[in-house]
């Protein structure tokens, strides 16, 4: 418990920390921000960050030592799975990785409704996909659905 204290503890001081130094980047006229200004997405980034830290001291109160194992190797397991994405990414791009991230981890972490997982990862994929790319107006790496549908259908 004292070990994740102290780990947590330095997430959140450097979350803090590099919250505040966005402050220091320069404003960029509204003509030329293209959606938004340079310092929004990184203090979204850093504010989640500081929450799942503090959200994460709480539930590590309640967790039993033999979870605690299994959370451990299953976090091993996600860092590389994560680490497998980040890398195929630029091949299938953006929706189908979010998908595939979406579907595997929570079957990773020993979720057995399976329907409910496949109807989740699609929710949330079209939701970040068009959150993302409209509404924010962020341009994301195609892949080969992007490079089939633009072949097929335009």
């Known amino acids: 418990m004292i070990k994740d ?7 959140i001081i450097i979350s803090v920390a590099l919250f505040g130094y966005t402050f220091t980047f320069d404003e960029v006229p509204e003509i030329l921000a293209q959606g938004m200004q340079p ?3 990184p203090r979204l980034i850093f504010s989640l960050i500081i929450f799942l830290s503090v ?6 109160k309640k967790l039993k030592s033999e ?6 190797k299953n976090a091993f397991i996600t860092f590389g799975y ?6 195929i990414a630029d091949k299938l791009g953006f929706f189908i990785s979010i998908f595939l991230y979406t579907l595997v981890m929570p079957i990773l972490w020993q979720r057995k409704d399976y329907i409910k997982i496949f109807f989740y990862s ?4 079209i939701f970040v996909f068009v959150f993302f ?5 962020l341009k994301f790496p195609q892949g080969i659905l992007e490079e089939f549908i633009i072949r097929n259908f335009y």
């Open 5 to 11: 204290i102290k780990i947590l503890s330095v997430i």
């Open 39 to 41: 310092t929004m997405m």
């Open 55 to 60: 959200f994460q001291l709480v539930q590590n």
């Open 67 to 72: 979870t605690k194992e299994l959370i451990r």
């Open 82 to 87: 994560t680490f497998f994405i980040v890398l």
């Open 122 to 125: 699609l929710v949330i994929s």
């Open 133 to 137: 790319t409209l509404v924010l107006q």
